[in-house]
């Protein structure tokens, strides 16, 4: 227990939060293994209490000092911390037989400790990152505790009705409660009124990055909104986005993008998924990834242009996924559009991007009908020594046969008044996106 309290009075006497968030992480460093395993066996449940509050406060080398109310709230969150540490060796011991339940329960205590100590005793804003290191590992054991759930078998009050009233009802329990934890920690950091130089606001950002992950793994994309309107209604009162950690607002503006995406706005999306990916470190391969996989369909969608290869060659998985859609459209071919897409479509639903990818198929058909533009050659001259000039009437019969013939149909068949509506729809969306440029 010594180490932790002697980090814990160097943290506090130098005012450093990333040392103090250390004394209460719950997977040891790499240099002391065995840091846990020590701190928990250096008491018992009988006079843990009594232990922390002598290590803390009232030890001989104490140099720290602090009010009443201050002290008896670290006192608090690191015997919750000590509680946690249990349940984490007793799964350590015995895995089989270890409850995530009970991990996540014992650190939702250390959370709460924490938020009650900002709200009621004064914890100052320098030691944010422990609000930092309690919201992740609330949700990382939130996760694994419905996940044992679900592996288990565990069985809700609804379980035999899932299926055909509300679907996922019931099955992240621990994830649902965990978000509404984190949502006290984002209320906790907006509604701080210190000036900002001492305001817990500087934790705003990361709070929110957590409860954009918690939402998507809820499938709960929506209540996203509600944050952002949140942000923006104090916008006035916060520090500027470029003030915070670069980190920060990579994963804010990747998010924020994402959210833009799934509601059709890809202009808005394009701009805030590229901030990302040129603020992006280099070596953050699977970070860059994701941004990726969103910004490659805002971008063919908004220039009709096809990525490259060089951007595509450092991620194979992408180079699969998006590399035969993009020469599928590059060459007008309609039915290996179709088959690629039906080839990664359990990846694309995944990632929610099916349905923009297959928007796609109208670039390919694009292209296709151009060609049969470029093949109708040029009308005869009707003066002599004129330029020649591309033919401006075209069959519809041609168009319906390059379209057969791309499309690959097994019957040969295609009807002129489906053709036809092919051809009206792409002159409609030709016409609207000239008018939203000229609108520009």
């Known amino acids: 227990m010594e180490v932790i309290f002697r980090d814990f009075k160097q943290a506090q006497l130098i005012g450093s939060g990333p040392l103090l968030s250390t004394t209460i ?4 460093p790499p240099t002391d293994p065995d840091r846990l395993n020590n701190f928990y066996r250096g008491s018992n449940s009988f006079s843990i209490q009594s232990d922390i509050r002598y290590g803390l406060l009232h030890h001989a080398n104490t140099d720290v000092r602090f009010s009443k109310a201050e002290g008896t709230a670290w006192v608090d969150v690191y015997v919750a911390y000590w509680k946690t540490v ?6 350590e011991d015995a895995p089989p037989k270890g409850d995530w339940t009970r991990v996540y329960e014992a650190w939702k205590e250390v959370a709460n400790a924490l938020i009650k100590g900002y709200s009621s ?7 944010l990152p422990c609000l930092y290191i309690a919201g992740r590992y609330l949700r990382i054991f939130a996760i694994k505790a419905d996940d044992q759930a679900r592996t288990r078998g565990a069985v809700t009050f609804n379980a035999g009705y899932q299926d055909d009233v509300v679907g996922g009802f019931g099955k992240n329990d621990k994830l649902e409660d965990a978000a509404r934890v984190i949502n006290r920690i984002f209320t906790l950091c907006i509604s701080d009124r210190a000036p900002l130089e001492e305001s817990r606001k500087w934790g705003l950002y990361y709070t929110t990055n957590l409860l954009f992950k ?9 209540l996203s909104k509600n944050i952002l309107r949140a942000l923006q209604a104090s916008k006035t009162d916060m520090p500027p986005l470029d003030a915070f950690p670069k980190s920060h607002i990579v994963t804010f503006k990747y998010y924020v993008g994402v959210i833009l995406f799934l509601e059709e706005d890809y202009v808005k999306a394009e701009q805030n998924l590229t901030d990302a990916w040129r603020m992006c470190h280099k070596d953050a391969r699977r970070n860059r990834e994701l941004i990726l996989t969103y910004l490659i369909p805002c971008h063919l969608l908004t220039t009709h242009t096809l990525p490259a290869s060089e951007l595509l060659d450092p991620y194979p998985r992408l180079r ?4 035969p859609l993009g020469r599928c459209i590059k060459h007008a071919d309609l039915a290996g559009f179709d088959a690629a897409l039906a080839a990664g479509e ?4 995944k990632r929610r991007i099916y349905l923009t990818l297959e928007r796609g198929r109208d670039i390919a058909l694009r292209n296709l009908l151009r060609k049969v533009f470029l093949a109708g050659g040029f009308e005869a001259a009707k003066e002599e020594g004129a330029p020649p000039v591309r033919r401006t009437r075209i069959a519809v019969a041609e168009f319906g046969a390059a379209i057969r013939l791309g499309s690959r149909a097994e019957d040969g068949r295609l009807e002129d008044d489906e053709v036809e509506c092919l051809l009206a729809n792409m002159i409609y969306k030709v016409r609207f996106i000239s008018l939203l440029h000229t609108l520009e």
């Open 121 to 127: 005793a004064g914890f100052p804003s320098w030691t």
């Open 86 to 91: 249990g349940e984490l060796l007793a799964i």
């Open 214 to 222: 918690t939402y998507f793994k809820l499938n709960s994309i929506g």
């Open 320 to 323: 699969g996924l998006f590399g």
């Open 25 to 28: 992480t719950p997977i040891p």
């Open 346 to 349: 359990n990846e694309f639903v």
